[in-house]
T-cell receptor, first 112, second 112 residues
Framework: GAGVSQSPRYKVAKRGQDVALRCDPISGHVSLFWYQQALGQGPEFLTY????????KSGLPSDRFFAERPEGSVSTLKIQRTQQEDSAVYLCASSFNGYEQYFGPGTRLTVT | DQQVKQNSPSLSVQEGRISILNCDYT??????FLWYKKYPAEGPTFLISISSIKDKNEDGRFTVFLNKSAKHLSLHIVPSQPGDSAVYFC???????????FGAGTRLTVKP
């Protein structure tokens, strides 16, 4: 079956621009996670959804970051007024039990 | 506050020999541990996991050992194959809390 997909795979944004990153989870997975991975580091938790409910957004670094999953399936991570420190790989993962997570390929965001 | 640490950024082994990847954690409340494998330009792929009620879990060539008193886990790959060359991430979480913490990763190179 299809795995987790993310789009776009690469995004270059000028500082100050808004970006939207999309995640299509594995069908039937109720849990969905967003992570930020800086170069040479492991993934850092951003936010978590169970169906359409955002149960934890404690990892979002600032109020410029916003995530939604309105119908409990596809999710979008939006970053407003991007800054250079936002440059990273953004990973989405879905799970059927919450802890065995299946990751997408990530979106590499470069802010110039 | 890095709760999961992988102190070896890289490891090189000969094909056919054993690879041992190590991971330490600080939060004694973690009750589920996972290893992920990551190839370039792909998301992490779930490899093997272990619950805190066990001290060993084996799946083919891969075995994870957990030493709760030392807050240490390791991944053994026997025999190592060139296709095992990748970055390996250790992760830990509380089953009732979906906040998963990752180590920074260890790059394994298996030489033919």
């Amino acid at each position: 079956g299809a795995g987790v997909s993310q789009s776009p795979r690469y995004k270059v944004a000028k500082r100050g621009q808004d970006v939207a990153l999309r995640c299509d989870p594995i069908s039937g997975h109720v849990s969905l996670f967003w992570y930020q991975q800086a170069l040479g580091q492991g993934p850092e938790f951003l936010t978590y959804f169970q169906n359409e409910a955002q149960l934890d957004k404690s990892g979002l670094p600032s109020d410029r970051f916003f995530a939604e999953r309105p119908e409990g399936s596809v999710s979008t991570l939006k970053i407003q007024r991007t800054q250079q420190e936002d440059s990273a790989v953004y990973l989405c993962a879905s799970s059927f039990n919450g802890y065995e997570q299946y990751f997408g390929p990530g979106t590499r965001l470069t802010v110039t | 506050d890095q709760q999961v640490k992988q102190n070896s950024p890289s490891l090189s082994v000969q094909e056919g020999r054993i690879s041992i990847l190590n991971c330490d954690y600080t939060n004694s409340m973690f009750d589920y541990f996972l290893w992920y494998k990551k190839y370039p330009a792909e998301g992490p792929t779930f490899l093997i996991s272990i619950s805190s009620i066990k001290d060993k879990n084996e799946d083919g060539r891969f075995t994870v050992f957990l030493n709760k008193s030392a807050k240490h886990l390791s991944l053994h790959i026997v025999p190592s194959q060139p296709g095992d060359s990748a970055v390996y991430f250790c992760a830990a979480c509380l089953v009732n809390n979906n906040d998963m913490r990752f180590g920074a990763g260890t790059r394994l190179t298996v030489k033919p």
